[in-house]
């Protein structure tokens, strides 16, 4: 595959369609929610029939290597896609082995300081936290008043948010915050095995300890 390069606006709506093309992409991967619209959305790219896979943001294990097998399929890295599956599932088994060293009266409980709650579950499940806003809308906001009531053991933030202008800039968490705080990126694919990793490191130094 050829190197990837970013186009200002890191998410679609601050996307220049005309700014892709002049790259000649030979595949255009976009979120299956878009399918319905993407000829209005993306003009010229349309007109220029590229080759589109829509693709659903995975919600579990099982989605994140079906998601990579699909682009290994489309991209001709069968061999590869293998690879990252087999590794993928060897880390999620040495986190589920960790996962079931830690007594059930251990497990601490946490929030995610962010708008967006539907990735947080799938870490959750992954770290043995609790997570309390399983219940909520997937889709919050989530106020101080709010974490305050829930008194967590402790809050997740992520280490970039998206600010009111569609641009993503660091986060530099509330340092005013009673409770601990823990940073991540929650992205689902396979480097969600990094975010486990900090948090469990960090909540259950216990199961490192040799």
Same mark, same amino acid.
């Given at each position: 595959?050829?190197?990837?390069?970013?186009?200002?606006?890191?998410?679609?709506?601050?996307?220049?369609?005309?700014?892709?093309?002049?790259?000649?992409?030979?595949?255009?991967?976009?979120?299956?929610?878009?399918?319905?619209?993407?000829?209005?959305?993306?003009? #010229?790219?349309?007109?220029?029939?590229?080759?589109?896979?829509?693709?659903?943001?995975?919600?579990?294990?099982?989605?994140?290597?079906?998601?990579?097998?699909?682009?290994?399929? &489309?991209?001709?890295?069968? /061999?590869?896609?293998?690879?990252?599956?087999? /590794?993928?599932?060897?880390?999620?088994?040495?986190?589920?082995?960790?996962?079931?060293?830690?007594?059930? #009266?251990?497990?601490?409980?946490? &929030?995610?300081?962010?708008?967006?709650?539907?990735?947080?579950?799938?870490?959750?499940?992954?770290?043995?936290?609790?997570?309390?806003?399983?219940?909520?809308?997937?889709?919050?906001? &989530?106020?101080?008043?709010?974490?305050?009531?829930?008194?967590?053991?402790?809050?997740?933030?992520? #280490?970039?948010?998206?600010?009111?202008?569609?641009?993503?800039?660091?986060?530099?968490? #509330?340092?005013?915050?009673?409770?601990?705080?823990?940073?991540?990126?929650?992205?689902?694919? /396979?480097?969600?095995?990094?975010?486990?990793?900090?948090?469990?490191?960090?909540?259950?130094?216990?199961?490192?300890?040799?």
């Amino acid at each position: 595959m050829k190197d990837t390069k970013e186009i200002c606006g890191s998410i679609w709506q601050e996307t220049d369609d005309s700014e892709i093309l002049k790259l000649s992409p030979d595949l255009i991967i976009c979120p299956d929610e878009l399918s319905g619209d993407y000829d209005a959305i993306f003009p #010229n790219l349309s007109k220029a029939e590229i080759p589109v896979v829509f693709m659903k943001k995975p919600e579990t294990v099982l989605e994140i290597i079906e998601s990579i097998f699909t682009l290994g399929n &489309v991209t001709h890295q069968e /061999q590869k896609a293998t690879e990252l599956c087999n /590794q993928f599932q060897l880390e999620v088994e040495k986190l589920a082995a960790l996962r079931r060293k830690i007594p059930e #009266n251990k497990r601490l409980t946490a &929030v995610l300081n962010y708008e967006f709650q539907e990735d947080f579950q799938l870490v959750a499940d992954m770290t043995g936290i609790i997570n309390l806003l399983q219940e909520y809308d997937s889709y919050m906001e &989530v106020s101080d008043d709010l974490i305050d009531e829930l008194t967590p053991d402790i809050v997740v933030e992520l #280490n970039v948010c998206l600010d009111s202008n569609g641009i993503y800039l660091p986060e530099q968490g #509330n340092a005013e915050s009673p409770y601990p705080v823990i940073s991540i990126n929650l992205h689902p694919s /396979q480097y969600i095995i990094q975010d486990c990793y900090s948090i469990m490191q960090k909540v259950y130094p216990f199961l490192f300890q040799e």
